[in-house]
């Protein structure tokens, strides 16, 4: 048998774990691994992959954190954060959960949350409690799993499911996007980046800021949104790996990607730690359906970048679009959907790759 065939055998779940034994035994566990999907073109499939990676890293062990520096809060959406509080006569296409609505069997979005900045000390008033009061940080640092039964708040998963329950209690999440009660927006990083956009060190804020959480996982995921963005730019300077998803389009591969690689390049000055360190083909259609132009899109990302291209692609898989448009909370369906292996196989290949070397 050759080589080949032999990789061939081992499913995906062994892969990853291989690569992830091999990883802790040759890397010391001490400070957090941070980590951001970037990419300039809308529904890549950033979010989507980080919180994937999310779960999977989860699923394995880990203590995940997830900081959500997207205003459209998808990534907080994911982990059940973020409901609409039911004045909004239905799903008005921004993304916003409806009170009350079953999306799936089983799968019911009740009460809403308001969740503001741990950091900026800002007050809400949480499901439950009569006052509003300061932010803790434990308060923003819950995990996924909605241990304490707030409404609104964390992925509700049939007690019965242990193994579903211990790994959600792994991730954290910062949660970002609208406030469904009292309509503010709820950011994470933007009110001060705006602020300071004059000021061309303004991306050092959420570097500073982060320094200040006492938490230590062993993995920190930022989701992110387009390139150009202020909270982008101030989370390549703090990041060292950047996982830049892309379509296979001349968009995503060629101006982009040229647009990215001169504002790393650019941040590097501030950051000379920050690297480029994998390119995620997302969404690629079956071989049949690709086409000509899609293939030559693969093997032109391949032939230019191929040290930072995966040997596996992330397919386009019908029921992930499924999933999140129904708002089933992504960790549920994690488990069970066949696309999840190829995020299985990225995986293992960034812990085989350095990607995640400290
Ligand atoms: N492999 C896939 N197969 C099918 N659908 C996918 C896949 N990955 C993501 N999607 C769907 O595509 C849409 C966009 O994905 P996602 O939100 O991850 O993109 P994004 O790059 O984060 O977009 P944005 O720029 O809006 O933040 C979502 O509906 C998601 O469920
Ligand atoms: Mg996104």
């Given at each position: ?97 409806v009170l009350g609505k079953e999306y799936s069997p089983g799968v019911k979005y009740p009460a809403p949350l308001v969740l503001g900045d741990a950091l900026l000390r800002r007050k809400a008033q949480f499901p439950g409690e009569d006052e509003p009061r300061a932010i803790t940080l434990d308060d923003i640092r819950r995990c996924a799993y909605n241990e304490s039964g707030i409404p609104g708040y964390g992925v509700v998963v049939p007690s019965s499911d242990a193994n579903t329950i211990a790994w959600l209690k792994r991730i954290h999440i910062y949660p970002n996007g609208p406030s ?179």
């Amino acid at each position: 048998m050759t080589e080949a065939t032999s990789v061939m055998k081992v499913s995906a779940q062994e892969r990853l774990s291989q690569a992830v034994a091999r990883y802790i035994e040759e890397t010391p566990l001490t400070a957090p691994v941070e980590f951001g999907t970037v990419g300039e073109a809308g529904s890549a499939g950033k979010t989507t992959a980080l919180v994937t990676y999310a779960a999977l890293l989860a699923q394995l062990g880990f203590e995940v954190e997830v900081v959500d520096l997207d205003g459209q809060g998808n990534a907080s959406k994911h982990f059940g954060i973020g409901v609409s509080d039911g004045l909004d006569d239905g799903d008005k296409g921004d993304g916003l959960l409806v009170l009350g609505k079953e999306y799936s069997p089983g799968v019911k979005y009740p009460a809403p949350l308001v969740l503001g900045d741990a950091l900026l000390r800002r007050k809400a008033q949480f499901p439950g409690e009569d006052e509003p009061r300061a932010i803790t940080l434990d308060d923003i640092r819950r995990c996924a799993y909605n241990e304490s039964g707030i409404p609104g708040y964390g992925v509700v998963v049939p007690s019965s499911d242990a193994n579903t329950i211990a790994w959600l209690k792994r991730i954290h999440i910062y949660p970002n996007g609208p406030s469904y009660v009292t309509g503010e927006k709820i950011d994470f990083y933007r009110d001060e980046a705006e602020l300071a956009a004059s000021d061309p060190l303004a991306g050092m804020l959420l570097s500073r800021r982060m320094d200040k959480v006492q938490s230590a996982p062993h993995f920190r995921g930022y989701d992110l949104h387009g390139t150009k963005s202020m909270s982008m730019m101030s989370a390549l300077v703090r990041l060292k790996r950047a996982i830049n998803c892309v379509l296979l389009d001349d968009k995503t591969t060629g101006v982009d990607l040229t647009h990215l690689k001169e504002t790393i390049t650019s941040i590097q000055e501030y950051n000379p730690d920050l690297r480029l360190s994998m390119i995620l083909p997302c969404r690629v259609k079956a071989s049949s359906q690709r086409g000509k132009f899609g293939q030559e899109m693969l093997d032109r990302l391949r032939k230019r970048h191929g040290e930072i291209v995966p040997d596996v692609e992330i397919r386009e898989a019908v029921t992930v679009s499924e999933a999140y448009n129904g708002r089933e909370p992504l960790p549920m369906w994690v488990p069970r959907d066949p696309v999840t292996d190829d995020f299985r196989n990225s995986l293992a290949w960034a812990f085989e790759n350095g990607v995640f070397a400290p």
